[in-house]
């Protein structure tokens, strides 16, 4: 019986061919929007097979399936007489993830970790509850599936400083080997293998801005930088970022979901890691035990190692639990000590401040914001458009007092085209509603320009402490921004840098003007004085989610340091870290290129410390 045509409240109704084709559109898109985060892409989940058969004993257990963790798994399992177990506190990656601008909507959900810092009156004023957010990704992928994908190598002094400070071959020569490693394409169908994949940034219909920033930033004496090639140098430049077709790609995705069907490697996710166990002198890891979605608490031993990637905030959260930390704050909660070491005593993040541009001129005039149901369709069905551009841009690193090679502020570059109130609205997840109110309405007339200034290394430095024994319980962080006055000495000059490009030649011809957002405390002072601008950093500043060195790498000399150079837990024999937490310092740029590098480290330290001794499968550490 042929069915009825579908009635809608239409002036006219459709005979059937209407309907037809709607529906397969309507089904078209279904089926695109599945597919922006397939079940094929990600790796296959063990837990259920470990409940049921239960888990036998694992040669390397990866906690954290992250920027550095993925990789660590994905190459320890290229060896098939290794069985490697990865733990991810998280799932798959929602479908947001893969479409670069809708990243910053996944903070606030059950896929990220939403920390918040102790209180503080120096910055995040502007923020929701005045506290400085810490969202980490709780997926597979971890940050590296929410973050800007931003890909760059970090200063080459940054490197030849850890050197310095005893960290045997962690100089810049030693490390951009393993850069080169990451990104070179290896494997093939029938024998996958990981690598990082890069894009140069393309951003369709605003050459004209682009060409102000390179323009401006040439006229106070910034070189133009045609493309990015190793390290950071003083210039402007296009960042590669990590994404394809405008996809993202995560070392979750390019490094540990492409090599999952491996008989060896088994993930299991959300499972949240609770403990991990030593024997009684605490030289030795024996078992992780975890709680498997929130229900079933299982235990799993290890034979030869334990890799900790759970990032710079949960690593250090996981050692303190497990009795790895400092005595005082360990005793104070009941802990058995394990090993008493400055676990959380040195977190370090690089801090930013935004500012925005009014640009006026009508040559950008054609340049009105695409709708979101025309956005979400190119991207959906063509792969293109605006959603899949990243929102990052043109990115400048600049020396304020002009002296070195050393950049000592970042500046990232964000177009935002006229009509386009919805970005701030979203920004409203985490930002003032006075604040996101305020440059949305100048957003119906104008399109924006923001700059968002970067302390490149701050020198304040932070702690991260626990809140309770309870798993659960987020820990305490202390950011401790701007606690250093060189940090605000060094804003200011980046502020006055920012007001010198508004004088540009080449900023003026865009008829870009920087907008005085109304901060009822901030107008007491006289605008654009160092009070002023002191006090706007209170409300515009906030933390730069690159969280770093709270397990510091060091030799057994420095008081502060937790891990070797070979980044094995001082005192234990079996346990490493491999993630941002382990850097003695927070490196010049963004963060997810460093802790890639890391993670190949940390996979050649563990080949190298480990190899075979006879012809039976058993394997003996050197």
């Not at 005979?15 to 397939?38: K, M, Y």
């Not at 040559?363 to 929102?391: C, M, N, R």
């Not at 150079?565 to 460093?594: C, K, Y």
Request: proline share 5%; hydrophobic share 35%.
């Amino acid at each position: 019986m042929a069915s009825s045509p579908i009635q809608l409240p239409c002036a006219a109704q459709s005979v059937g061919t209407v309907n037809s084709l709607v529906s397969t559109l309507i089904q078209t898109i279904l089926t695109a929007q599945c597919a922006l985060s397939a079940k094929d892409e990600w790796p296959k989940d063990y837990a259920d097979t470990a409940l049921s058969e239960a888990l036998g004993v694992y040669d390397f257990i990866v906690i954290g399936a992250g920027s550095a963790g993925s990789v660590v798994a994905s190459r320890l399992s290229e060896n098939p007489d290794w069985k490697v177990l990865v733990l991810e506190a998280g799932d798959d990656p929602p479908q947001e993830s893969e479409i670069p601008i809708l990243g910053i909507t996944i903070q606030q959900t059950p896929q990220t970790f939403n920390y918040y810092s102790e209180p503080t009156t120096r910055i995040c004023q502007g923020l929701k509850h005045r506290l400085c957010y810490n969202p980490r990704g709780k997926v597979i992928g971890g940050s590296g599936a929410i973050n800007g994908m931003v890909y760059v190598q970090g200063h080459q002094k940054d490197f030849d400083d850890w050197l310095a400070a005893g960290n045997t071959a962690w100089g810049w020569k030693d490390v951009k080997r393993y850069y080169e490693k990451a990104v070179r394409p290896v494997g093939n169908d029938t024998h996958p293998k990981g690598y990082v994949v890069l894009n140069e940034r393309s951003l369709d219909g605003q050459a004209l801005v682009d060409s102000a920033i390179f323009n401006a930033t040439a006229e106070l004496g910034v070189p133009s930088l045609t493309k990015y090639k190793h390290g950071i140098e003083i210039g402007t430049v296009y960042l590669p970022v990590t994404a394809r077709a405008g996809r993202r790609m995560s070392t979750g995705k390019v490094y540990l979901a492409k090599v999952s069907r491996r008989p060896n490697l088994h993930v299991i996710k959300n499972a949240h890691v609770r403990k991990i166990h030593f024997e009684h002198s605490g030289k030795r890891a024996t078992k992780v035990t975890f709680v498997l979605r929130g229900l079933y608490e299982l235990s799993v031993e290890v034979r030869k190692e334990v890799v900790l990637s759970a990032g710079a905030i949960d690593s250090a959260k996981l050692l303190l639990l497990s009795g790895v930390g400092p005595r005082k704050e360990l005793e104070a909660l009941h802990i058995p000590v394990v090993h008493d070491l400055a676990v959380g005593s040195t977190l370090c993040d690089h801090v930013h401040a935004m500012f925005f541009f009014k640009v006026t001129t009508k040559a950008l005039d054609t340049l009105s914001y695409t709708k979101e149901t025309d956005a979400i369709y190119d991207s959906l069905i063509h792969k293109g458009g605006i959603f899949t551009q990243v929102p990052s841009g043109v990115t400048s690193f600049i020396d304020t007092k002009g002296k070195s090679d050393l950049p000592d502020i970042q500046i990232h570059y964000t177009f935002h085209r006229r009509g386009s109130s919805k970005a701030f609205e979203r920004d409203s997840i985490r930002r003032n509603a006075k604040i996101t109110a305020f440059l949305s309405e100048n957003l119906k007339d104008a399109h924006l320009l923001s700059f968002m200034l970067i302390l490149a290394q701050p020198g304040s430095v932070g702690k991260i402490r626990l809140r309770s024994t309870k798993y659960l319980d987020p820990p305490r962080i202390h950011s401790n921004f701007l606690d250093d006055s060189e940090d605000i000495a060094t804003f200011l000059r980046g502020i006055r840098f920012i007001e010198r490009l508004e004088r540009s030649k080449a900023l003026r011809a865009i008829n870009a003007t920087l907008l005085h957002i109304p901060l009822a405390e901030c107008d007491g002072y006289k605008y654009r004085s160092d009070s002023y601008w002191r006090c706007y950093i209170k409300y515009l500043g906030e933390g730069g989610y690159h969280h770093t060195c709270t397990v510091k790498m060091g030799p057994a000399k420095d008081r502060e340091a937790c891990v070797n150079p070979r980044l094995l837990l001082h005192g234990v024999e079996n346990l490493r870290v491999a993630d941002a937490s382990i850097m003695p310092n927070v490196p010049r740029g963004n963060t997810q290129a460093p802790v890639i590098m890391i993670g190949e480290r940390a996979a050649d330290f563990i080949k190298e410390d480990w190899q075979k001794c006879d012809g039976d499968g058993d394997w003996e550490k050197i």
